[in-house]
């Protein structure tokens, strides 16, 4: 099977303690997330870099999930480390330490038959490079694009460039107030359409999260998750659902972008309740359509 969506970003380490207990070392990273929930639905293909130090049951995990690994570096040095905790309400990590090691200076190199996969996902790296990344690549159907909040301090020129290449940019709401200068959310989404996105995904955390385009909002509540264990990586895994049945399908109707919005909110609530990946261990499809349609029932009109 040829890989239908590339996704290019970070596979680190992630030290990190919760109100449920502490992880030395686990396999964390924007493009590790994103590619093992696209897993489920299609085949992704990884871009990133790792050093010496990178684990082989890691690497294992994913190619057994049947991530194309042909994108993954392993450079001298030591792989990308971030260590953080969270408080008890589970609110914003407090970062320890971030010691980019090899990702400092990672320049994205695309093998020959990613470059034709039709679907793209840019995770939060430096938006020089996914101006590179798009400018690689061979005119793929749809083009996503996440940030953060580091990039918008420091390099919104080249963000904004980057923006105006892409289909869909992922935000959060606090990032959305920052990239467009507006406190009210209907006033932000206005501002970031107008800087070249035909749609946008905005994550709200614990709320839910919600896609616009110049004609359309849908919303999708979050799911209730009973136990939280670590919320690192919600927000990518959201990305790799959605993103994911979309490659899957191929289907670019508003309709079809409202299902994969649900099946984005599925994912991530899978992935808080254990560290890490762990959910994916043993997840199978059947759970996956369970909380799908529990999550239509909460949105359902009767």
């Not at 990273?29 to 293909?45: E, L, N, Q």
């Not at 904004?160 to 990239?179: C, H, S, T, Y």
């Not at 959201?238 to 508003?254: N, P, Q, R, Y």
């Amino acid at each position: 099977m040829s890989v239908n969506i590339v996704v290019v970003g970070s596979v680190a380490y992630d030290t990190l303690a919760t109100p449920k207990g502490r992880r030395e070392k686990a396999l964390g990273g924007s493009a590790s997330y994103f590619s093992t929930v696209a897993s489920y639905f299609t085949k992704p293909g990884l871009v990133g870099a790792v050093g010496e130090d990178f684990k082989p049951e890691y690497i294992e995990f994913l190619t057994k999930r049947n991530v194309d690994m042909s994108g993954l570096e392993k450079l001298p040095g030591k792989t990308f480390h971030w260590s953080g905790s969270y408080s008890d309400d589970f609110g914003d990590a407090t970062t320890h330490a971030t010691e980019l090691n090899v990702f400092e200076h990672f320049s994205p190199k695309l093998p020959s038959h990613f470059r034709t996969a039709p679907f793209l996902f840019l995770a939060n790296i430096h938006p020089q490079l996914q101006i590179k990344v798009i400018q690689d690549v061979q005119k793929p159907r749809l083009i996503a694009l996440d940030t953060m909040n580091l990039w918008i301090n420091i390099s919104l020129p080249q963000l904004k460039e980057a923006i105006k290449l892409v289909d869909i940019l992922f935000v959060n709401r606090q990032e959305a107030a920052m990239l467009s200068g507006e406190k009210k959310l209907a006033n932000a989404i206005h501002k970031l359409l107008q800087m070249g996105p035909k749609r946008l995904v905005i994550k709200m955390g614990e709320l839910g999260a919600m896609t616009a385009t110049e004609t359309d909002r849908f919303f999708v509540p979050a799911f209730p998750c009973p136990e939280i264990t670590d919320p690192t990586g919600a927000g990518d895994s959201f990305a790799g659902g959605f993103m994911g049945w979309i490659a899957k399908t191929g289907d670019l109707s508003e309709n079809n972008f409202r299902k994969a919005m649900i099946l984005g909110t599925v994912m991530g609530s899978i992935t808080v309740e254990n560290f890490s990946l762990d959910s994916y261990h043993t997840l199978s499809q059947d759970e996956i359509m369970e909380r799908y349609s529990q999550v239509l029932d909460m949105i359902r009109v009767v």
